[in-house]
């Protein structure tokens, strides 16, 4: 047996804000949308990995999701200029990434990241 996927599901009673912050500004497409679900990703591969932690690290507390972005300073910019609330960072942490927290229209704390080159 092979896991083909992992999905992140998040409950929601109104998904059209979810959708401003994961298709608008992550810039994340749309995969499947049903109206009572809408699944946003990539259309290239991308890799998937399931994280088990007792902490954020740096004493934050554990994110609901994790998401690697290529220019962590220009999602810092457009999250901040969509209004999103900052909860953490940017920070350059010891384990090699720089990252920051931020809520989700839907209360999640998201810990958007990028490792350091």
Do not use: C
Request: proline letters at 6%.
């Amino acid at each position: 047996m092979k896991v083909l996927r992992i999905v992140a599901n998040i409950a929601a009673p109104d998904i059209t804000s979810a959708r401003r912050f994961y298709q608008d500004v992550l810039g994340l497409d749309v995969i499947m949308d049903h109206g009572w679900i809408t699944t946003f990703g990539a259309a290239r591969p991308m890799n998937v990995q399931v994280s088990v932690a007792s902490e954020g690290g740096s004493g934050t507390p554990v994110p609901d999701l994790s998401i690697e972005v290529d220019d962590l300073d220009a999602a810092f910019t457009a999250m901040s200029a969509a209004g999103f609330s900052i909860e953490y960072g940017p920070a350059d942490e010891p384990w090699g990434v720089r990252r920051f927290y931020v809520r989700d229209p839907l209360g999640r704390l998201v810990n958007i990241l990028a490792h350091k080159n």
